[in-house]
């Protein structure tokens, strides 16, 4: 069973930086989908960053352009996001999640209910 693990949440002014890391174990497949969503309480699970493993394509959500980037060590295993100019509206749970890979240069961008494995999240809270 994959097992994904975050950390690196918690609190940060804004204008600053995070970074958040997601130990992945068990992916069976040789590429795979490794994502950043985010949520807070009574919104929609909203995507953050995506990366496909095989092909190192990047996307990111709208909210994250220009001030985040994602980034993947395949020697240990984790992805992490790297998140710049802080926002109060950026504070929520951050989950990683992941989605085994079986067709070569798939499009990692889609919506939460497409990913099949989850972190427990962390939280990124952002404060004036």
């Known amino acids: 069973q994959v097992r994904l693990t975050e950390s690196g949440g918690g609190s940060v002014q804004a204008g600053g930086s995070l970074r958040l890391s997601c130990a992945a174990s068990e992916l069976t497949t040789r590429d795979s989908c490794l994502a950043w969503f985010r949520q807070v309480p009574g919104k929609e699970r909203e995507g953050v960053a995506y990366?496909?493993?095989?092909?190192?394509?990047?996307k990111y959500g709208d909210s994250a352009k220009g001030r985040f980037r994602i980034w993947e060590d395949k020697g240990k295993n984790e992805v992490y996001l790297q998140m710049d100019s802080l926002r109060l509206d950026d504070s929520a749970t951050y989950y990683c999640a992941a989605l085994p890979v079986y067709i070569y240069g798939l499009d990692c961008k889609a919506n939460s209910g497409t990913y099949k494995f989850w972190g427990q999240g962390t939280q990124v809270t952002v404060s004036s």
């Open positions: 990366i496909n493993t095989g092909t190192d394509d990047k």
